[in-house]
Nanobody
Framework: QVQLVESGGGLVQAGGSLRLSCAASGSIFRINTMGWYRQAPGEQRDLVATITSGGMTNYVDSVRSRFTISRDNAKNTVYLQMNSLKPEDTAVYYC???????????????WGQGTQVTVSS
């Protein structure tokens, strides 16, 4: 069974930095796009950043100049470097990966357990 395990969340002052990591493990044949999403209480889960297997990135406008997504394909790991954090970045951050579990198998989305990021003013 595929699992995504996140780490790196915590409490930080506005203007500070955090680095999130997410490692995929289990029955993995191919990982396509990976990404980070975030969700505050009572709100929908929103896209933060994505990165394709070839390294092409996409960001929501509100984080574009502050966050950097990257991945290490050999380690099945995706990262999110978050700089110049703002209180509005406070949310549970979820790792996502589009994964095929075998040759000829249709890929599907998998999610991490979430890690809390809290930015104080």
């Amino acid at each position: 069974q595929v699992q995504l395990v996140e780490s790196g969340g915590g409490l930080v002052q506005a203007g500070g930095s955090l680095r999130l990591s997410c490692a995929a493990s289990g029955s993995i044949f191919r990982i396509n796009t990976m990404g980070w999403y975030r969700q505050a209480p009572g709100e929908q889960r929103d896209l933060v950043a994505t990165i394709t297997s070839g390294g092409m990135t996409n960001y929501v406008d509100s984080v574009r100049s502050r966050f950097t997504i990257s991945r290490d394909n050999a380690k099945n790991t995706v990262y999110l470097q978050m700089n110049s954090l703002k209180p509005e970045d406070t949310a549970v951050y979820y790792c996502n990966a589009d994964i095929s579990i075998g040759f000829g198998f249709r890929s599907a989305d998998y999610w991490g357990q979430g890690t809390q990021v809290t930015v104080s003013s």
